[in-house]
């Protein structure tokens, strides 16, 4: 079946260590997101990337970073230049720019710092 | 991309419908309606999507006033798995943008 697979699901990081978390999609979609997600709140967008090997920062990208090396994956890594880095991640994926058929989420991954 | 509002939370009874509002007073005119919904510690959940006319799928039906300020959405058969939070998003571009949305509880 076609989707997203995000990995781990649960993280947990010492503090001021870098980690990343793994998104793959096989929908042959163009465009993909990241969205972090803390407790009672909305999501908020960190990076997304409409083609391989070009991204545009989000709302909240300072102490993330990304990359877009195949058109399947869009791995997310979180510096230890974020200071709170503790929250629910969720990877996105869309037909791309102009397309309002809808995006597909991941499960998500939890990341905790220690 | 307009700005939503929706009510931060409602209660419905199973098997009812239950209508959740949704205003956009600032919508232009391509600017899609979007629902999605995300059940807890899970990825948000597509619902369904209009821009100016109503629509209706095997989920849910979307009704869009006339001047597009408002929509509301109606779960026909509320069941207790409905139970989530629903987010109502208008949107002109490829990028959504999640508010707090509306925690909709389904007791039995």
């Known amino acids: 079946d076609g989707g997203i697979t995000q990995s781990p699901k649960y993280l947990f990081r010492k503090e001021g260590q870098n980690v990343t978390l793994s998104c793959e999609q096989n929908?042959?979609?163009?465009?993909m997101y990241w969205y972090r997600q803390d407790p009672g709140q909305g999501l908020r967008l960190i990076y997304y990337s409409q083609i391989v090997n070009d991204f545009q920062k989000g709302d909240i990208a300072e102490g993330y970073s990304v990359s877009r090396e195949k058109k399947e994956s869009f791995p997310l890594t979180v510096t230890s230049a974020q200071k709170n880095p503790t929250a629910f991640y969720l990877c996105a994926s869309s037909p791309g720019t102009g397309f309002p058929g809808g995006y597909t989420f991941g499960s998500g991954t939890r990341l905790t710092v220690v | 991309d307009a700005k939503t509002t929706q009510p931060p939370s409602m209660d419905c009874a199973e098997g009812r419908a239950a209508n959740l509002p949704c205003n956009h007073s600032t919508i232009s005119g391509n600017e899609y309606v979007y629902w999605y919904r995300q059940i807890h510690s899970q990825g948000p959940q597509y619902i369904i999507h209009?821009?100016?006319n109503n629509e209706t799928n095997e989920m849910a039906s979307l009704i869009i006033t006339e001047d597009r300020k408002s929509s509301t959405l109606i779960l026909p058969h509320a069941t207790l798995r409905d139970t989530a939070v629903y987010y109502c998003?208008?949107?002109?571009?490829?990028?959504?943008?999640f508010g707090a949305g509306t925690t909709v509880t389904v007791r039995a």
């Open positions: 929908l042959n979609h163009d465009a």
């Open positions: 209009g821009l100016k």
């Open positions: 998003i208008a949107l002109n571009d490829y990028k959504l943008s």
